[in-house]
């Protein structure tokens, strides 16, 4: 699309970023994985930098934000352990907060990303709770997202 300027303005914007993440506020944080993700643009160094500054701040993240940067992670496929461990502590709590998008978003993720064990558990048991008696405020995409998700990871 942008030929051979595209690849080479995102490094420079990645090594630009990656210093100033502290500076970003968490949507700022969100937005820019969801950038990177997006663009196909490989930018390991500034993903692993930006997992490292976003999972201690969560609990400053919006749900939007959240299940933004959980999506934004498992659509680059770089892994992030430690953020997914810390999404799920943050968001399992607060899921009453997240609009349907944003349930099924962070149900997608957490399945597709490769996150397993606890971290996966603990939110699959906290959507369990909190969307069946949402689930009418879904729309079909989000209804598709999400059964797809509980498919993927077993839930029965």
Do not use: H, Y
Not at 55 to 61: D, E, I, T, V
Not at 68 to 73: H, K, L, S, Y
Not at 94 to 111: I, Y
Not at 123 to 141: D, Q, V
């Amino acid at each position: 699309r942008g030929g051979e300027a595209a690849p080479a303005v995102l490094d420079a914007l990645a090594a630009e970023a990656a210093p100033r993440l502290p500076r970003f506020s968490a949507r700022g944080l969100a937005t820019l994985a969801m950038a990177f993700s997006r663009a196909g643009q490989p930018a390991p160094a500034l993903l692993d930098a930006l997992a490292a500054e976003a999972a201690p701040r969560l609990r400053r993240f919006s749900p939007q934000a959240i299940s933004t940067i959980a999506w934004a992670f498992a659509t680059a496929g770089r892994p992030a352990p430690a953020l997914f461990e810390a999404i799920a502590d943050e968001a399992a709590p607060r899921l009453a907060e997240f609009a349907p998008q944003g349930l099924a978003n962070l149900a997608w993720a957490f399945a597709t990303s490769g996150a397993r064990g606890s971290a996966q558990r603990r939110l699959f048991a906290a959507l369990a709770a909190e969307s069946p008696s949402r689930l009418a405020t879904f729309k079909t995409r989000e209804l598709a997202n999400l059964a797809w998700a509980c498919a993927k990871i077993g839930l029965a």
